[in-house]
């Protein structure tokens, strides 16, 4: 196990390799050939202008203005600088809210540290138990020697971290009270200020069961004007457009290629520019550029147009889902949170994501294959879970070499190398180990088939965290106990087992401070620094850019991760709050990380993270929106003359059609006075409605 030696040679690593890190961010980032890099949101905001323009040719990649290396580190008060509500203004409440959550480990654990630090410290170091045990084949260090394994049986000194234990819990739960009430005050101005959104309107159905006698769209508006007469609006039918989906990319790429080789000619009208037809133009025959992608452009339009009207015309395109709009938010809700039919698999509602939150691909998929799928993924993740635990045995191995040398006198370590094998590799491999993961969960969670990109990081952090309580905490501590006490497993009866794993659990404190280290300290400086992304656009910025699209597309700006950097948070909290009355050695470098957490994340917030969507914060607890009616009505009397179907008519339809003629969304006139729409079968107009409901009218829709 670590000892105090290991854990400041463990420290020094990571604090060196973190002001590395930061120093080499404030250097590059004042670099303008980096500016693109650093600052990626103020130029997609179209704020910020290259700097690289109308300079020197060593000025564009280097900055000679020495004044701003003195005042290299002016980017950390910045970063603390801008106001919480312009900050929302700025990067949405979702990013606001995010990173709350840090201030929140503050709040809660310096308190609970400095507390810990003057009761319990001095209980456990004067315990003596571990030195009276009078047994070799116990191992402990002198970080032990400060956790309640000192402590001996039945003794009186477990009162005083009995009532700590109730002062942090009583203190925890206050905090989160506070910030509870903080948070729902945000998330209700936010509703209530923010701009109008589609999917305060709308609601997105599935599993939409078929009809001989109409149409899914039919079907639809038909079923939604018999069973909510009086607030349906109006519908969009999902279409399968998978096909038609990759022509208009390839012919977005193509059309890039164009404008490349047109701005080429316009600086040099001379000279034509020419291109190979051969795999990425390097072989083949020799044609003109411009007319070669004229040409193929061309026919790939034709094949657009061709798909596109194949796939309007085709009803086996059209998917039995569909997002239907109501003329109130209450409607909306209403329809959302209620069961529309006796048969709780059909004609199934939820809120419907914002436009730019839609995980198109997931909309056709059926409610038995949901049930199917997601069965199955929750075995894989079993699998998953328990194969993982080798390489966390691995880990162990290398955080206990010296309980190993102990129990086989033929192993023995240099202590330098001891000092680095216990206190920083067993860290640093876990975080290699878990690099793979969270593409591997997302992977499994679209395979599930949720249909927003907001449910679909919400679901990848929940398995991430139930595998990370799993495998790192509760895989680390039975593991790393079993390597701990090698000689007492051995030789002890089986009785006795429990007791050695209650004493030696507290000692895997040790392990968890290095792993904070290497990802909470080393981790997050790397995150500021994103060498991955600076390298990728520099190789695209030399290779790949011909337009100053690409250049924009280069820049990969990025997003809070919410579903590896959620889990992450909910980890050292629950190692915080397990460790803080048994090993509060561990509580200074968790307060450690929530602070410089906090200050590295608003930095990126500010200038770098562009978020995909915006879901109003809901990875916080849900708050009700009872506030739907309040806002229809104010908006009544701001705006008395609003469409909502012009409003409406176009947020949900997929990317491919934007911008085309395309068949419009199902709409019902107000004044139209015919009951229902047109049918083909008569005997719906007597029928009554399928809800449950018996007692709704069927009235003008």
Same mark, same amino acid.
């Given at each position: 196990?670590?000892?105090?030696?290991?854990?400041?040679?463990?420290?020094?690593?990571?604090?060196?390799?973190?002001?590395?890190?930061?120093?080499?961010?404030?250097?590059?980032?004042?670099?303008?050939?980096?500016?693109?890099?650093?600052?990626?949101?103020?130029?997609?905001?179209?704020?910020?202008?290259?700097?690289?323009?109308?300079?020197?040719?060593?000025?564009?990649?280097?900055?000679?203005?020495?004044?701003?290396?003195?005042?290299?580190?002016?980017?950390?008060?910045?970063?603390?600088?801008?106001?919480?509500?312009?900050?929302?203004?700025?990067?949405?409440?979702?990013?606001?809210?995010?990173?709350?959550?840090?201030?929140?480990?503050?709040?809660?654990?310096?308190?609970?540290?400095?507390?810990?630090?003057?009761?319990?410290?001095?209980?456990?170091?004067?315990?003596?138990?571990?030195?009276?045990?009078?047994?070799?084949?116990?191992?402990?260090?002198?970080?032990?020697?400060?956790?309640?394994?000192?402590?001996?049986?039945?003794?009186?000194?477990?009162?005083?971290?009995?009532?700590?234990?109730?002062?942090?819990?009583?203190?925890?739960?206050?905090?989160?009270?506070?910030?509870?009430?903080?948070?729902?005050?945000?998330?209700?101005?936010?509703?209530?200020?923010?701009?109008?959104?589609?999917?305060?309107?709308?609601?997105?159905?599935?599993?939409?069961?078929?009809?001989?006698?109409?149409?899914?769209?039919?079907?639809?508006?038909?079923?939604?004007?018999?069973?909510?007469?009086?607030?349906?609006?109006?519908?969009?039918?999902?279409?399968?457009?998978?096909?038609?989906?990759?022509?208009?990319?390839?012919?977005?790429?193509?059309?890039?290629?164009?404008?490349?080789?047109?701005?080429?000619?316009?600086?040099?009208?001379?000279?034509?520019?020419?291109?190979?037809?051969?795999?990425?133009?390097?072989?083949?025959?020799?044609?003109?550029?411009?007319?070669?992608?004229?040409?193929?452009?061309?026919?790939?339009?034709?094949?657009?147009?061709?798909?596109?009207?194949?796939?309007?015309?085709?009803?086996?395109?059209?998917?039995?889902?569909?997002?239907?709009?109501?003329?109130?938010?209450?409607?909306?809700?209403?329809?959302?949170?209620?069961?529309?039919?006796?048969?709780?698999?059909?004609?199934?509602?939820?809120?419907?994501?914002?436009?730019?939150?839609?995980?198109?691909?997931?909309?056709?998929?059926?409610?038995?294959?949901?049930?199917?799928?997601?069965?199955?993924?929750?075995?894989?993740?079993?699998?998953?879970?328990?194969?993982?635990?080798?390489?966390?045995?691995?880990?162990?191995?290398?955080?206990?070499?010296?309980?190993?040398?102990?129990?086989?006198?033929?192993?023995?370590?240099?202590?330098?190398?001891?000092?680095?094998?216990?206190?920083?590799?067993?860290?640093?491999?876990?975080?290699?180990?878990?690099?793979?993961?969270?593409?591997?969960?997302?992977?499994?969670?679209?395979?599930?088939?949720?249909?927003?990109?907001?449910?679909?990081?919400?679901?990848?952090?929940?398995?991430?965290?139930?595998?990370?309580?799993?495998?790192?905490?509760?895989?680390?501590?039975?593991?790393?106990?079993?390597?701990?006490?090698?000689?007492?497993?051995?030789?002890?009866?089986?009785?006795?087992?429990?007791?050695?794993?209650?004493?030696?659990?507290?000692?895997?404190?040790?392990?968890?401070?290095?792993?904070?280290?290497?990802?909470?300290?080393?981790?997050?400086?790397?995150?500021?620094?994103?060498?991955? %992304? $600076? &390298?990728?656009?520099?190789?695209?910025?030399?290779?790949?850019? *011909?337009? =100053?699209? +690409?250049? @924009?597309?280069?820049?990969?700006?990025?997003?809070?991760?919410?579903?590896?950097?959620?889990?992450?948070?909910?980890?050292?909290?629950?190692?915080?709050?397990?460790?803080?009355?048994?090993?509060?050695?561990?509580?200074?470098?968790?307060?450690?990380?929530?602070?410089?957490?906090?200050?590295?994340?608003?930095?990126?917030?500010?200038?770098?993270?562009?978020?995909?969507?915006?879901?109003?914060?809901?990875?916080?607890?849900?708050?009700?929106?009872?506030?739907?009616?309040?806002?229809?009505?104010?908006?009544?009397?701001?705006?008395?003359?609003?469409?909502?179907?012009?409003?409406?008519?176009?947020?949900?339809?997929?990317?491919?059609?934007?911008?085309?003629?395309?068949?419009?969304?199902?709409?019902?006139?107000?004044?139209?006075?015919? %009951? $229902? &729409?047109?049918?083909?079968?008569?005997?719906?107009?007597?029928? *009554?409605? =399928?809800? +449950?409901? @018996?007692?709704?009218?069927?009235?003008?829709?």
């Amino acid at each position: 196990m670590a000892s105090l030696s290991d854990i400041g040679t463990s420290a020094t690593i990571n604090l060196l390799s973190a002001i590395a890190f930061l120093v080499a961010f404030a250097v590059l980032r004042l670099q303008p050939f980096n500016d693109r890099v650093y600052f990626p949101k103020w130029y997609l905001k179209g704020i910020r202008g290259s700097p690289t323009n109308s300079r020197s040719l060593v000025k564009k990649f280097v900055n000679l203005d020495f004044g701003t290396y003195i005042r290299f580190l002016n980017w950390m008060p910045a970063a603390l600088h801008m106001p919480e509500p312009e900050l929302i203004e700025h990067a949405g409440l979702d990013s606001t809210v995010y990173i709350r959550i840090y201030v929140l480990g503050v709040k809660i654990f310096a308190p609970i540290t400095i507390l810990a630090f003057m009761v319990l410290v001095p209980v456990n170091w004067t315990g003596k138990n571990l030195e009276a045990r009078g047994t070799k084949d116990l191992t402990f260090s002198d970080v032990d020697k400060i956790s309640i394994s000192n402590i001996g049986f039945g003794s009186q000194r477990f009162y005083a971290h009995i009532v700590m234990s109730y002062v942090f819990s009583f203190w925890t739960c206050y905090s989160l009270y506070k910030e509870y009430k903080i948070i729902s005050a945000m998330r209700l101005r936010f509703l209530a200020s923010e701009r109008r959104r589609p999917d305060q309107f709308t609601v997105l159905v599935r599993n939409v069961p078929p009809d001989p006698d109409e149409s899914v769209s039919e079907h639809i508006e038909h079923f939604f004007c018999v069973n909510h007469p009086d607030h349906y609006l109006m519908h969009q039918v999902v279409y399968n457009a998978n096909k038609l989906a990759a022509i208009v990319a390839q012919k977005k790429k193509l059309l890039n290629w164009y404008v490349y080789y047109q701005n080429k000619y316009e600086r040099d009208p001379s000279k034509r520019p020419t291109t190979r037809t051969g795999v990425l133009g390097m072989c083949g025959n020799k044609v003109d550029a411009i007319d070669h992608y004229t040409a193929i452009i061309d026919k790939l339009s034709e094949q657009e147009a061709e798909e596109r009207e194949n796939v309007i015309k085709d009803p086996n395109a059209v998917v039995p889902a569909a997002f239907v709009s109501f003329k109130s938010r209450w409607g909306a809700a209403l329809c959302a949170q209620t069961q529309q039919t006796s048969n709780p698999t059909i004609w199934l509602t939820e809120w419907a994501p914002e436009p730019r939150d839609v995980y198109w691909e997931n909309l056709a998929i059926p409610y038995f294959d949901l049930n199917i799928r997601r069965l199955l993924m929750t075995v894989a993740l079993f699998f998953l879970t328990f194969f993982f635990m080798i390489p966390i045995a691995v880990v162990q191995s290398l955080a206990n070499i010296e309980a190993i040398e102990k129990s086989n006198g033929a192993i023995r370590c240099r202590p330098s190398i001891k000092s680095l094998v216990q206190g920083f590799l067993p860290g640093l491999a876990l975080k290699l180990f878990l690099i793979m993961l969270p593409k591997i969960l997302m992977t499994m969670s679209k395979m599930e088939g949720y249909t927003s990109l907001s449910g679909l990081e919400r679901r990848s952090a929940s398995k991430y965290y139930l595998f990370v309580l799993v495998n790192v905490f509760l895989g680390s501590v039975i593991t790393g106990t079993a390597f701990q006490q090698l000689g007492q497993f051995i030789n002890q009866p089986s009785t006795e087992f429990t007791k050695t794993v209650g004493s030696t659990v507290p000692m895997k404190a040790t392990f968890f401070i290095t792993y904070i280290m290497v990802d909470g300290w080393a981790g997050i400086a790397a995150e500021i620094l994103r060498l991955s %992304p $600076l &390298i990728t656009f520099h190789l695209k910025n030399t290779f790949l850019v *011909k337009t =100053e699209q +690409d250049r @924009e597309n280069a820049m990969d700006p990025g997003s809070l991760e919410f579903s590896t950097t959620e889990p992450r948070i909910q980890l050292y909290f629950m190692l915080g709050h397990v460790y803080a009355p048994i090993t509060p050695l561990l509580l200074p470098f968790i307060v450690v990380f929530f602070a410089f957490s906090y200050m590295i994340f608003r930095h990126q917030i500010i200038n770098v993270y562009n978020q995909q969507y915006e879901s109003g914060a809901s990875f916080w607890p849900d708050v009700h929106r009872r506030d739907a009616m309040v806002r229809d009505t104010l908006e009544r009397a701001v705006e008395p003359n609003l469409n909502l179907r012009l409003y409406l008519q176009d947020a949900y339809i997929h990317p491919v059609f934007k911008g085309d003629d395309l068949e419009k969304p199902m709409i019902i006139d107000d004044e139209e006075d015919n %009951p $229902l &729409i047109q049918t083909k079968r008569t005997s719906r107009r007597s029928s *009554k409605p =399928e809800s +449950d409901n @018996e007692a709704g009218s069927v009235s003008s829709c």
